[in-house]
């Protein structure tokens, strides 16, 4: 099998090229490092046979040329995410996310099958409306409640992403799938999100210890069980022209338990101090997994505990990313 994972140098895609290559697939990656890092981690997989890294910018089609064909799967993860990134460049997230898939969809062959990495943001703002009921499904409305605030331009990006995808796969011949993330969290995803921000804190022993939306709720999802319900989404027939949630709907916490959990793992014991959560962050977000069982069997299989006891020794052993 041989695998094309656009972006795979990042967080999400580091873990899956591991999973790939550990199955016995011939991968390459394609990464401009302007996220993805060219660290050990990276160099470890670099030096293994099956593996080719490129150093190519996806936004322009001159790069998606250069490329052979003959993938049995094409992984899209390649986009500008974070709330910092999209709070201060919202014109660069929606250009980037866009270019990157339209130039994709202008050169990817029929018979090939297509990952496209999307956001439980594309519905957030119908859960914040009290229109969309939680945990959610897939074929709840999707919704932007204010076009003009910057957010929303990465969940705008990706949903016309799950259009295009969709759309162009059957017109022109090719399958596509689209996994909906939700709080995907592990070792080596930066330190803007809130498990990893919440380990480096409790390394340098904060205190007090700040707990910005304490009474939010959030399911997150190991990496490592993400990764699964991709790589068993991708084997599944049935999941060719659907959207699919991915996530973890077991352990649903609140964000000011999961900084005990954090907490009681670093040893530490400050006092809390929570405060407001930032402006238009989603009061809770838990996916319905029904189709995701329906079509590969998954289960999540690494309790919140694992996860974040696995992430917070990466944190504390590498310290905060470049
Ligand atoms: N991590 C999550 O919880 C989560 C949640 C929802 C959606 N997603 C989606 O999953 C995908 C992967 O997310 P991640 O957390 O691994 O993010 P990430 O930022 O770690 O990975 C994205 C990668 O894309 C690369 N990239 C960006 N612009 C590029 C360009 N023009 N050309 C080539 N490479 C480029 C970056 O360098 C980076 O390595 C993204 O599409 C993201 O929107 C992730």
Redesign the pocket.
């Known amino acids: 099998m041989r695998a094309l994972l ?8 580091l873990h899956l090229a591991r999973r790939l290559v550990a199955d016995g697939y011939e991968i390459t990656v ?8 060219e660290d050990a981690d990276l160099n470890e997989l670099r030096a293994h046979p099956s593996v080719r890294v490129l150093s ?4 322009d089609a001159a ?1 998606y040329a250069r490329l052979p064909h003959g993938w049995d799967q094409i992984y ?7 709330v910092r990134n999209v709070e201060q460049d919202p014109a660069r997230v929606v250009r ?2 866009t ?2 898939a339209m130039h994709l969809l202008d050169w990817v062959a029929p018979g090939e099958r297509v990952f496209f ?5 594309v519905y957030a703002g119908g859960v914040d409306a009290g229109v969309v009921a939680v945990p959610t499904a897939e074929d709840v409305p999707a919704m932007v409640s204010d076009v003009t605030a910057p957010r929303f331009a ?1 969940a705008v990006s ?1 949903l016309l992403g799950e259009a295009a995808f969709l759309h162009t796969a059957r017109a022109r011949g090719f399958d596509a799938v689209v996994g ?6 592990g070792p080596r ?2 330190a803007d ?1 809130v498990i990893p921000e919440m380990a480096l804190r409790a390394v340098s022993g904060e205190d007090p210890f700040r707990v910005p939306g304490a009474d939010q709720f959030r399911a997150f ?1 190991h ?1 490592g069980d ?1 990764v699964e319900a991709m790589v068993r989404l991708m084997a599944a027939p049935g999941a060719a022209g659907q959207i699919v949630h991915i996530g973890n709907d077991r352990e649903e916490t609140n964000i000011g338990d999961l900084a005990k959990l954090v907490l009681r793992v670093a040893e530490a014991g400050p006092a809390i101090e929570p405060s407001p959560a930032p402006p238009g962050s989603v009061h809770r977000r838990c996916p319905d997994l029904s189709r995701l069982r329906g079509l590969t069997g998954y289960e999540p299989a690494v309790t919140l505990e694992e996860g974040v006891r696995s992430t917070f020794a990466w944190y504390r052993e590498h310290g905060r990313p470049s």
Do not use: W
């Open positions: 656009l972006g795979g140098a990042g967080f999400i895609g394609v990464d401009d490092f302007s996220r993805g890092r190519a910018d996806l936004t790069t899209l993860l390649a986009a500008v995410v974070g980037v996310n270019l990157v990495a999307s956001t439980s943001e990465y990706k909906r993330f939700h709080n995907v969290y995803m930066g999100h999802c990496v993400a």
